[in-house]
């Protein structure tokens, strides 16, 4: 089994790449307008997705990556949904 790296930080850029690239694996097109905005909430960021379907298709793909991804609802408005991917916790000091 292969160690997945540790994020250390999140880049907005890179984030918003991975979701194009996720939702251009499973649309095949499309992918620039299925990702409607990427905002910072804190430490997170939050990937605003036009569908579901995208939302899905971004959660593993992050996953894989080594993030920490979870669906976090709709978008305000209710239009598409939201992906909020978060640092994982470090080590506890002792």
Not at 89 to 94: E, K, L, N, Y
Request: aromatic letters at 6%; one cysteine or more.
């Amino acid at each position: 089994m292969t160690d997945q790296p540790v994020i250390k930080q999140l880049n907005t850029r890179h984030l918003a790449r991975h979701a194009r690239r996720a939702i251009a694996e499973r649309l095949g097109h499309g992918a620039a307008y299925a990702l409607l905005a990427v905002e910072r909430d804190g430490r997170d960021v939050i990937l605003r997705l036009n569908s579901g379907g995208n939302a899905l298709a971004v959660e593993p793909y992050l996953r894989n990556r080594g993030y920490q991804v979870r669906y976090d609802g709709t978008n305000p408005g209710g239009y598409g949904c939201a992906v909020r991917i978060t640092l994982a916790a470090g080590p506890v000091p002792s």
